[in-house]
């Protein structure tokens, strides 16, 4: 088994990043998620409710780990390019503060507010006030911890729950022989995509290792209407959660790709992944659904 693509998402729930490397760290890859649309009292903004950031794209100039800035704009308006700095920093031309914003059940998080610039064009391009934040290094968002291993310790960036989604590319392949149209990777937004593996295998992988990183399999991703947006139209549809949910509800939930978690070090940066490096099985456990048989 071996990566075959890892993904980034700059900012929250707008368009992602196919990069061939990219550096581990405890919140989750290097610049993923860092930045987030919130309203003006803080809740955040995704997909779920504004169809049209599906159609806002991103971009890192040259190598994302040497690289100062993140470029974005409308796939309708390419010519209206938005550029912000990768890592904000406080200036004498931006009056930046911090702001408490929400995320599910994480209330009251620190983050720090970009530019009226960023805010003026976003609230232009989505027609509905917003601002855009990013979480400081120094923002700890802890996972749930019922699914933590280190309760105190585990954290996340503007990611929905935990800092690392990887499904398995047969298990699209898998969905996509029974769903009633042709289902693109993109619609679940994962980090690490994983070939060579059974349909869902990576549903009881409790302890994996790629190169000297060690990442622990805790929770299977509960799937929402977000994944009925078409990522290249932004209009809703049925699929897959029509499909899915034939074989893949547990407890009224639809389950489809694995939350990750990293062994955490001490250190802001844990490592590299790479594509194409192989993965190694170390532990398993019981998935919460059943796999299905080879020979359906």
Known sequence: MTISELRIYPIKSLGGI????????????QHDRRFMLVSPTGEFMTQRTNHQMALIDVAIPGAPDRAATLRVWHRNRPDDVLELPLSPVVDADERSETMLVNIWDSKDVPAQTVSEKADQWFTAVLGKPCRLVYMPEMTHRSVD??????????????ADGYPYLLIGQSSLDY???????????????????????DPYDEDSWAHFRIGELDFYGVKPCAR??????????ATLGKEPLRTLSTYRQWKHKILFGQNVLPKLTGQSVLGRLRVGQTIDVISRQEPWLAAPAANE
């Open 18 to 29: 196919s990069v061939p490397e990219v550096i581990v760290e405890p919140k989750g890859f």
């Open 224 to 233: 929402c209407v977000l994944t009925t947006i078409d990522p290249e139209t």
């Open 175 to 197: 969905l996509n022989q029974r769903a009633s149209e042709s289902l693109s990777m993109i619609r679940f937004r994962p980090n690490i995509v994983v070939s060579g593996s």
């Open 145 to 158: 911890p019922a699914y933590a291993r280190d309760p105190e310790q585990d954290a996340v960036s503007f």
